[in-house]
């Protein structure tokens, strides 16, 4: 697996959900997964000068006033 996508699971892996602590076990956000995963793709995107792609990325995933 690529070891960046490793530093993403190991990212949304906790104890709450929605603020509240749960009884001991962990739980994965993958919501927050997929956010880490999309904000990446936006930011290799950009980086590597597909700046319309990312824009239009951005769009659909994350609205048109979400800064990444």
């Known amino acids: 697996?690529?070891?960046?996508?490793?530093?993403?699971?190991?990212?949304c892996w906790s104890h709450y959900i929605d603020g509240a602590l749960i009884d001991g076990h962990l739980h994965f956000d993958t919501q927050k997964f997929n956010t880490l995963i999309i904000q990446d793709c936006i930011r290799t995107l950009r980086s590597n000068g597909y700046d319309d792609a990312a824009k239009c990325l951005q769009d659909i995933h994350f609205g048109m006033d979400y800064p990444v």
């Open 1 to 11: 697996m690529n070891e960046r996508i490793k530093e993403f699971e190991k990212q």
